[in-house]
C-alpha cells in the first residue's frame, strides 16, 4: 500500500517556469525524502527533511513539511528540459531505513 | 552514477519459473533494502538486509526471499514467478541503521517480465 499520494499527478511546463508538487502522507514520520526518476530507471535523491523542520534548500529545490497538515511540497525553480522526470515523495517512519513511497508525480518540461 | 550495481538489467522468465537478481551495494554501506516497481506505480518496500540478517519485510510473500554476503552484496530470489510479477526490482543501499540521514542510494534497476 501506498503511503503517500502526490499531486498532480502529471504537470506540463515550459522552460524556465516553476514547477510545484504536493505530496501528502498518513501516519507520523522520522523523516520524508524526495525522489526522481527518469524513464523507470534508477531513483536519485534530491532531499531529505526531517519531521522538526519546516523548509530545506538546495540548489532549484524547495521543500516544506508540514506535520500538522502531513503534507510536503516540492518547488522546482527556473525549470530545464533535463527535469522532465517523475517525482515521488517517501516517508521513512524510523532510523529503520524502509521507505513508503506515493505514486508520483510525472513532470514534463518543455523547451 | 550512485556506486549501486544490479544484474541483470532485463530479463525475461515464463510463469512457474524462478529468478535471482543481484545488487551490488556502494562501498561502506552494510544496509541493502529491495523494492517492486509495477509500471505507472510507486516503489514497495520488500524487505531490507543489515549485516547478512533481514531486517524487515514489507507485504510479500514468502516465495520473495534475499541474501546478504559478508561483503554486503544482495541478491533477491522470486520463486513460482507469477504474471503480476513484472516490474522493475530496485535494490538500495544506504549507511548503518541509526545514522540520522538515511539517505538510501538505488540502483538501476532490473526489468522483470514475466510471460
Known amino acids: 500500500s501506498q503511503q503517500g499520494e502526490e499531486d498532480p499527478q502529471a504537470l506540463s511546463i515550459q522552460e524556465g517556469e516553476n514547477a510545484t508538487m504536493n505530496c501528502s502522507y498518513k501516519?507520523?514520520?522520522?523523516?520524508l525524502q524526495w525522489y526522481r526518476q527518469n524513464s523507470g530507471r534508477g531513483l536519485v535523491h534530491l532531499i531529505l527533511i526531517r519531521s522538526n523542520e519546516r523548509e530545506k534548500h538546495s540548489g532549484r529545490l524547495r521543500v516544506t513539511l508540514d506535520t500538522s497538515k502531513k503534507s510536503s511540497s516540492l518547488l522546482i525553480t527556473a525549470s530545464r528540459a533535463a527535469d522532465t522526470a517523475s517525482y515521488f515523495c517517501a516517508t521513512e517512519r524510523n532510523s529503520w531505513g524502509k521507505l513508503q513511497f506515493g505514486a508520483g508525480t510525472q513532470v514534463v518540461v518543455t523547451p | 552514477e550512485t556506486g549501486v550495481t544490479q544484474s541483470p538489467t532485463h530479463l525475461i522468465k515464463t510463469r512457474g519459473q524462478q529468478v535471482t537478481l543481484r545488487c551490488s551495494s556502494q562501498?561502506?554501506?552494510?544496509?541493502v533494502s529491495w523494492y517492486q516497481q509495477a509500471l505507472g506505480q510507486g516503489p514497495q518496500f520488500i524487505f531490507q538486509?543489515?549485516?547478512?540478517?533481514?531486517?524487515g519485510r514489507g507485504n510479500f510473500p514468502p516465495r520473495f526471499s534475499g541474501l546478504q554476503f559478508p561483503n554486503y552484496s544482495s541478491e533477491l530470489n522470486v520463486n513460482a514467478l507469477e504474471l503480476d510479477d513484472s516490474a522493475l526490482y530496485l535494490c538500495a543501499s544506504s549507511l548503518p541503521l541509526g545514522t540520522s540521514e538515511n539517505e538510501q542510494f538505488f540502483g538501476p534497476g532490473t526489468r522483470l517480465t514475466v510471460l
Open positions: 538486509y543489515y549485516r547478512e540478517e533481514e531486517n
Open positions: 501516519t507520523s514520520i522520522n523523516n
Open positions: 562501498s561502506g554501506h552494510n544496509t
